[in-house]
């Protein structure tokens, strides 16, 4: 079974500074997506990054990007410029359904992350 | 503007008693999916389904039922068996392309079972 470790609860940053949150899964397949979601108090859970297994570019959206190194089944999540609303729990969630067709999502358990003024 | 909606966002109820978790979607998603959230825990599914009339178990299905008679409702039904069913759960869906599409999700219903 695939799992998904967030090594991190909590973590803090001011804004405008620049935070890392780590992720690493488990996975003996070739093809899968990753994710990163975000809920934030109002416990909404928003789509943040994808990244397709198969590619090397890492993905980008605005101020969030990832570092993707599949050897390494690491997956993290950069945020620059960090902002008050950034705000919120952060998922890091796999999904291998290639042979399934579906999405089911394996996420991990999360990292709380905290902007302040 | 599409979406999915969750009714009710508080939910209480007696210990035995089952309850019902609606789900509905109009964004003409195929498959629909329902996690639950323990503090904690991060999320974990329950049940899912890409079909009308078709549904699989999740990781943690026993003490839980659904149903999808139409594509839009996808409700669940949190039965007595249910051994810790205070919890927050969460509704989702995605397009039929399945594999790797981003899961749109509702906004929770908080169950408390006292």
Redesign the interface.
């Known amino acids: 079974a695939q799992t998904?470790t967030q090594s991190q609860?909590e973590m803090s940053v001011q804004e405008a500074e620049t935070v890392t949150l780590s992720c690493t899964y488990d996975t003996s397949e070739n093809n899968y997506?990753l994710?990163w979601y975000k809920q934030p108090p109002?416990?909404?859970?928003i789509?943040v990054i994808?990244q397709?297994a198969y590619k090397q570019q890492n993905a980008t959206e605005n101020r969030f990007s990832v570092n993707f190194q599949k050897a390494a089944k690491s997956f993290s999540l950069k945020i620059s410029d960090s902002q008050l609303g950034d705000t919120a729990m952060y998922?890091c969630?796999f999904?291998s359904?290639?042979n399934?067709?579906?999405?089911?999502?394996?996420?991990?358990?999360?990292t709380m992350l905290l902007v302040s003024p | 503007d599409g979406g999915i909606t969750q009714s009710p966002k508080y939910l209480f109820r007696k210990e035995g008693q089952n309850v019902t978790l609606s789900c509905e979607q109009n964004l003409n998603h195929d498959?629909m999916?329902w996690?639950r959230q323990d503090p904690?825990?991060?999320?974990?599914?329950i049940y899912?389904s890409?079909i009308v009339n078709d549904f699989q178990k999740?990781d943690i299905a026993e003490g839980y039922s659904v149903s999808r008679e139409k594509k839009e409702s996808f409700p669940l039904t949190v039965t007595s068996a249910q051994k810790n069913p205070t919890a927050?759960y969460?509704c989702?869906s995605?397009t039929q392309?399945?594999?790797?599409?981003?899961?749109h999700?509702g906004?929770?219903t908080r169950l408390t079972v006292t």
């Open positions: 998904v609860p997506y994710f109002s416990r909404q859970m789509l994808r397709e998922f969630a999904n359904g290639e399934s067709g579906y999405s089911t999502l394996t996420f991990g358990k999360g | 498959a999916y996690y904690g825990q991060g999320l974990r599914l899912y890409q999740g927050f969460l989702a995605s392309q399945g594999f790797g599409s981003p899961l999700f906004n929770g």
